[in-house]
């Protein structure tokens, strides 16, 4: 079987080279001549999958270890009969721990209290229900809002979008969609954007088009007590360089890129293809994780437990490390920022996820301090100091 893949998609030969033999392309070159002849396509979302792309290739499976899939046609590729596969959910805990993370940092530079505040989420899928669980961990009330939800499941627990415009946080957890009565293309416009609360933060981990960004530069010069934490962007690779300037965090869409994350995206893609294609191999074992390279928090006697899980998280992740790339960049220079953009997210460095830090509790630790970081997954232990 030939396989053509994105290079950058993580742990590639280790799950697929044992299916068949690996073209690895560099996505954004993925053409019609590069599919010909393949079997199989693994892509990531810079790669637009569609008629115009397959038509005349034997490309029997696609797969995208990704959460997201508005970069597939997927209608298309029922209607051709061609397997598919994403990973929906293997990012959640990556992306929540960023959301956290950023909120910590913003919120202390801010001399706000982030377990007083209110979230509105937006999209209670695989994302969101991850970040609203992490979040209430640490105290903070949650508002839920998605209503193809409530009309599926009829939920009481969904509130309306007044509700969420009401909180001191709305952030953003929804499939980018362009047409049909929950459409989310263009959801945060300037009317949106005026019901929000003078100091609100707003969170963007979901896709750029779900913003208009020119609406949200606006806001953000003209409203002071505003706040915008933002990883997509509508024209990526490209940054809309004014609005990265306002935005008091930017990162070029890294949020879901945990290494745990994303190897638990690629596994399942793997098995999705060894499933379709009947291959008889043995499911291939999880590789080892390398340790994070960070040592054990020790949280001290007395500490309260905000300021316990803030030492806790940004520690193990701060948000502000991914915030710098972009930062440093020359913003006039749209090229230059546009391939500083890719260079990030294709050798996005180890981040391993909360999981796999230990944090080292005294003989004195408040229940809802221990309770709150073994909520939000360390491995917590007593100090043995």
Known sequence: MKIVADSAIPFLQHFFSPLGDIAAVDGRDIGPAQVRDADALLVRTVTRVNEALLTGSRVRFVGSPTSGTDHLDIAWLDRAGIGWAAAPGCNARSVAEYVLSALLVLT?????????????????????????????????????????????????????????????????????????????????DA??????????????????????????????????????????????????????????????????YSTDGRLRATAVIADALRHISGAQQNETALPDLPHPGVPAVHIAPGMDRMT??????????????????????????????????????NTYPLRREFSAHSVLLPPDTLPDTRAALAALGFQVREDGR
């Open 108 to 188: 202390e530079s801010a001399g706000r209290e982030l377990d007083c505040m209110r979230a509105g989420i937006i999209g209670c899928g695989h994302v969101g229900s991850e970040v609203a669980r992490m979040l209430r961990g640490v105290g903070v009330e949650c508002v839920l809002h998605d209503p193809p939800l409530q009309a599926t499941t009829g939920g009481a627990e969904y509130q309306p979008l007044s509700a969420v415009l009401n909180a001191d946080i709305v952030s953003l957890h929804v499939p980018l969609t362009r047409s049909g009565p929950f459409a989310t293309a263009g959801l945060v």
């Open 191 to 256: 009317a949106f954007l005026d019901a929000l609360k003078p100091e609100a933060i707003l969170v963007n981990t979901a896709r750029g088009e779900v913003v208009d960004e020119t609406a949200l530069l606006g806001a953000l010069r003209t409203r002071p007590g505003l706040r915008a934490i933002i990883d997509v962007w509508t024209n990526e690779p490209g940054v809309n360089t004014e609005l990265l300037q306002e935005a008091d965090i930017a990162t070029p869409h890294i949020a879901g």
């Open 308 to 345: 316990a899980v803030q030492l806790a998280v940004l520690s193990s992740y701060d948000a502000r490390s991914d915030a710098i790339v972009l930062r440093r960049l020359a913003p006039g220079d749209a090229a230059a920022l546009s391939s500083g953009f890719s260079e990030a997210r």
